[in-house]
């Protein structure tokens, strides 16, 4: 799934129009520090570049927002990439909906593990359609069945909450 994420974003490379080779650099610090899972640190950067990013704000978002979930920050994670969900259309919000609906699941277990059914079940379902929106409109973003595994898993977990 991951994998897909990556490749609809791409790279910050020459081109991108930002015309700051300071901020290329500063993304590519980011950008490695995420990929070699330095999660916190990755999030501390994009937080400092999105500010500056102009049109490439929608995808530093994506990328921020991926990193808090990594860093199991998901209530962050989730409301980040909810907002970005609510501003994009097409491939893009189906990108912010599957680190939206992954935060959420995680959430929603958390709340299971410390038996509160009601969070629960208001996490999964906001994972569930977060999810299911992603996978009807842009089902190769989950290329493994991840995406897909989860959604099944939440909806066998809501008939009995």
């Known amino acids: 799934m991951w994998f897909a994420l990556i490749f609809v974003l791409g790279s910050c490379a020459e081109g991108t129009g930002v015309g700051q080779k300071g901020f290329q650099q500063q993304y590519a610090v980011a950008r490695d520090a995420l990929e070699r899972g330095l999660y916190v640190r990755a999030t501390e950067h994009y937080s400092e570049l999105i500010p500056k990013s102009g049109p490439l704000a929608p995808r530093l978002k994506l990328e921020y927002s991926h990193a808090l979930l990594r860093a199991g920050k998901f209530s962050d994670a989730s409301a980040h990439a909810g907002a970005l969900a609510a501003s994009l259309h097409g491939t893009g919000r189906s990108a912010a909906l599957s680190v939206h609906g992954t935060a959420e699941h995680e959430l929603g277990l958390a709340a299971m593990a410390v038996g509160d059914r ?43 909450l």
Do not use: I, V, Y
């Open 118 to 160: 009601t969070a629960a079940r208001q996490h999964f379902l906001k994972a569930t359609a977060a999810l299911g929106e992603m996978l009807a409109n842009d089902p190769e973003l989950d290329p493994l069945g991840a995406m897909a595994g989860r959604k099944s898993s939440m909806d066998t977990t809501l008939k009995t």
